[in-house]
């Protein structure tokens, strides 16, 4: 079974705030994703990467960073936080194109 | 561009009854199809996924999905339908070459009343 886990899964930050979300899978997958969760909206795609050392801007990418340090651990780094990002955080790893995405079980951040 | 529309927000049904999430998508090539569901308080699970071939694929807990070309659909069923299916469905388009990239519907909450 694959899995995915994210740290911390509760995080309450005050208006211009720094935030590190962590993701680690230990599925050997290349493929590691970042969604933001918000009723109304679905999911929605804020990066991705193929493997260490890459990263890829998915489809709302404003105000949030990511890195990728080694094949298991994807970050998402909000340095100055709005409560515009306050929403339910996903990361999911894959093993490429048309392949099962896993989710792990999400990090809710509450902005002040 | 790619895009999908669940065009049920919330779908209500009783034990017993056949259950059918619609999804329709946009995009210009072959799309990959999926669909995850979401129970309460938890993360997303896959169910199942369309990519090439029979165009009726099964997946876990009983569900399948119907891909029809003509109409842009891929729509989930079961039947008959168990008050444990509550919860958020999701169907989710990967376009071809956008290193699977996913684009998700706003996602169909069903309420399967016992």
């Known amino acids: 079974e694959a899995a995915v886990t994210q740290s911390p899964r509760n995080k309450v930050t005050v208006t211009g705030g720094n935030v590190t979300l962590s993701c680690r899978q230990t599925n050997s997958h290349n493929y590691m994703y970042w969604y933001r969760q918000d009723t109304g909206h679905g999911l929605r795609l804020i990066h991705y990467?193929?493997?260490?050392?890459?990263?890829q801007i998915g489809d709302v990418p404003d105000g949030y960073k990511a890195t990728r340090t080694t094949q298991e651990d994807f970050f998402l780094l909000l340095e100055l936080a709005s409560p515009s990002q306050t929403s339910l955080y996903f990361c999911?790893?894959?093993?490429?194109?048309?392949?099962?995405?896993?989710f792990g079980p999400g990090t809710r951040l509450l902005v002040l | 561009a790619q895009s999908v529309d669940q065009p049920d927000a919330h779908v209500t049904l009783s034990e017993g009854a056949s259950l059918e999430l619609r999804c329709s998508y946009s995009?210009?090539?072959?799309?990959?199809l999926f669909w995850y569901v979401q129970y309460p308080g938890q993360s997303l699970q896959f169910l199942l996924k369309?990519?090439?071939?029979?165009?009726v694929v099964k997946g876990t807990k009983g569900f399948e999905a119907e891909f029809r070309k003509s109409n842009s659909s891929f729509n989930l069923k079961k039947s008959p339908a168990h008050w444990s299916d509550s919860a958020k469905y999701f169907c989710?388009?990967?376009?071809?070459?956008?290193?699977?990239?996913?684009?998700f519907g706003k996602g169909a909450k069903l309420t399967v009343s016992p």
């Open positions: 999911a790893s894959s093993g490429g194109a048309q392949d099962t995405q896993y």
């Open positions: 369309y990519i090439t071939g029979d165009t």
């Open positions: 990467s193929y493997g260490a050392g890459n990263l």
């Open positions: 989710a388009l990967e376009g071809q070459g956008t290193g699977s990239k996913l684009s």
């Open positions: 995009y210009s090539a072959a799309p990959y």
